[in-house]
């Protein structure tokens, strides 16, 4: 199987209605963790990654919603009764994306902004934001897919396991983003918020 890819842009905040219905649609586990945080508009781009991801099991695989999710020792979400079933997902200001597959996967996005110079140079060794972040998203992606935690890439250079590959993405005007994973990139989609809420709300408004 190849790694499919879901990503979408997220072109303003949600309503209060829509993270209201986005939220319903997690796990209780899920759910939990993201009402522990107390900022309501640091939940929009968590809360829009699984439902991005509760969008990818429904298209391969007809699941009608998300199966109980758990976190290995190291912090990597995985589907406990449905190991086979390796997925990833990533968020950043105004964009998530989400990738499944039949081994190990790894993915990372980030809106393109200032970064300090200092950062720049210790961990990519430039001076231009637009190679930092084409180099720490893969840092990152590698990183999730070997399951070593996300804190691990602040510290070292993530060594690539035999037969990963690690590829940059283009996902939107003003971000960068990666896959990693032993197997080959399939089909990336892109939706809009719009596109994705609008069935969602509709039937909420029918009900």
């Known amino acids: 199987m190849a790694v499919e890819l879901w990503a979408m842009q997220l072109e303003r905040p949600l309503t209060a209605e829509e993270t209201e219905v986005l939220t319903a649609l997690l796990p209780s586990g899920r759910r939990a963790r993201l009402e522990r945080i107390w900022d309501a508009a640091r939940r929009q781009e968590p809360l829009c990654a699984y439902f991005i991801l509760r969008r990818a099991v429904w298209e391969q695989y007809h699941w009608q919603e998300l199966p109980p999710l758990a976190l290995t020792e190291k912090g990597k979400p995985y589907f406990p009764d449905i190991p086979a079933v390796h997925f990833s997902i990533s968020h950043t200001n105004g964009a998530v994306l989400a990738a499944l597959s039949a081994a190990p996967v790894g993915v990372d996005v980030e809106r393109l902004r200032p970064v300090g110079e200092r950062v720049m140079r210790r961990l990519a060794n430039t001076q231009d934001p637009a190679v930092f ?4 998203v893969q840092r990152e992606a590698m990183t999730k897919q070997n399951g070593m935690g996300v804190g691990a890439s602040l510290h070292r250079e993530p060594a690539a396991e035999a037969g990963v590959c690690c590829q940059m993405l283009d996902l939107f005007p003003g971000y ?9 990139v399939g089909s990336l989609r892109r939706y809009t918020l719009e596109s994705l809420l609008e069935p969602w709300m509709q039937e909420r408004s029918i009900t």
């Open 133 to 136: 972040f084409a180099h720490w």
């Open 176 to 184: 960068a983003a990666a896959v990693a994973s032993e197997e080959s």
